[in-house]
């Protein structure tokens, strides 16, 4: 349980008292998902800065996690009233009836111990891998908690849609509704929940949240003369992410990716593997599996992977390459942080719609639909223009910054006006 009067700081050493707002962040955090770690940590920076007083917590899916990252306490956001075997029996029995009432209870405590619920960045309405009664009920929990509780609920910069299940679409509606303050980081996810019924006439659209990341400093020149590409590659099984189902449409994917990999190397390239979530690493090896039964040893040592935990590191990995090819949103953020021209093969309309608005627009791929022909020709366009096409995303990377900057702004005035009222 969270300690309402309790500063919980950032730095696990720090001891001082805090007495500003109690701010708690809600959603998917603490996963294996980087760009969702990199929106809390932005998150976390940027209140640090604003409201440098507030008190944080987390409302997590694994909530251990962020305390051991940031000294941050936190509660799970699907949390279970007992692991026994009595219990999870009973619980199936009654259609989890008793699970959601244990949610809505430990929902209605937490808040009531909180000023203000923020969620920050992510999709964090859409139902990519998940059915209705998991994640979305989850979220809408929360967020009727914290309405009926009365307190602030913000969301920030965040991903919409799509949400292919009606009763997810519903839940999500609901959530929405419960808002005091949403801002969208594209326009299809305001699209989205304009779709569902809600009405976001005065809602803004702003960058995402990893966008706010000072540009790391550019890595000095390599001597081998060659192109080092970074290739972002998913586990990928469809929308519905069902391993049984979607095995075609993942191997398939990989199949294609690994041709483009050989091509890459056998053109005189370098490849640099990197991943957006830890399950990426079985489609690493995989990957890796493939090329090793079509290239020498002289062209398979061109491909390189290696670790990569956390979003810091994802950036070094792309800070290492001169262009990137990537599926998950967040890959392409990161190279674009990176001024790094990028195409991308994307499994939502959220990548084709950041890449034009860079001036990327025509270096896009669905996943589904992937062209290894196509994908060839606009790899041999982006590396001729990449220097002028480099000097575009940096101007909008700016612009996306300077953006997210007067949003915190506005942010940090709500959440202290929140603690004024609760307090």
């Known amino acids: 349980m969270l300690e309402r009067r309790e500063a919980v700081s950032a730095d696990p050493d720090a001891r001082e008292v805090r007495t500003g707002p109690c701010i708690a962040l809600l959603g998917l955090f603490g996963g294996r998902n980087l760009g969702n770690e990199a929106s809390f940590d932005r998150m976390v920076v940027l209140l640090g800065e604003r409201l440098p007083d507030a008190r944080l917590s987390a409302i997590a899916s694994d909530p251990a996690a962020i305390a051991a990252r940031h000294g941050i306490a936190g509660v799970d956001l699907a949390p279970a009233a007992s692991n026994s075997i009595s219990y999870r029996v009973l619980n199936r029995l009654l259609l989890r009836v008793p699970a959601r009432v244990v949610h809505a209870l430990a929902a209605w405590r937490t808040i009531g111990q909180i000023d203000a619920v923020v969620v920050p960045g992510t999709g964090a309405l859409d139902d990519f891998g998940c059915r209705p009664f998991g994640y979305p009920a989850d979220m809408l ?53 304009t779709g569902l019924g809600v009405d976001t006439s005065s809602d803004p659209i702003a960058p995402d949240l990893v966008f706010a990341l000072e540009p790391p400093a550019r890595t000095a020149d390599r001597d081998s003369g060659r192109l080092r590409v970074g290739l972002g590659v998913m586990t990928y099984y469809g929308w519905a992410g069902d391993p049984g189902r979607g095995a075609q449409t993942r191997d398939t994917y990989l199949d294609k990716i690994a041709l483009f990999a050989e091509r890459l190397v056998e053109a005189g390239h370098e490849v640099r593997l990197i991943v957006g979530e830890h399950s990426d690493e079985a489609a690493v090896a995989d990957c890796r599996a493939r090329l090793r039964g079509r290239l020498s040893d002289e062209l398979m040592a061109r491909v390189t992977s290696g670790p990569i935990d956390t979003f810091a590191e994802l950036i070094d990995a792309i800070r290492e390459t001169d262009v990137v090819v990537a599926t998950r949103f967040h890959n392409i953020v990161a190279a674009l942080v990176c001024g790094r021209p990028a195409i991308s093969l994307g499994y939502a309309e959220k990548n084709d719609v950041l890449m034009a608005d860079v001036g990327l627009g025509d270096f896009c791929q669905s996943i589904e639909a992937l062209d290894v022909e196509r994908l060839h020709r606009q790899f041999e366009r982006l590396v001729a223009e990449r220097e002028h096409l480099a000097a575009l995303v940096n101007t909008r990377v700016d612009q996306y910054r300077a953006a997210l900057a007067q949003q915190a702004g506005e942010v940090a005035e709500r959440l202290r006006s929140a603690a004024r009222t609760h307090t």
């Open 141 to 193: 929990t929360w967020c009727w908690a914290a309405r009926l509780r009365g307190r602030p609920l913000l969301f920030v910069s965040i991903g919409a849609g799509p949400a292919v299940d009606p009763i997810s679409r519903a839940f999500f509606k609901w959530a929405a509704q419960s808002a005091s303050f949403r801002s969208f980081r594209d326009r299809p996810s305001k699209a989205f929940v």
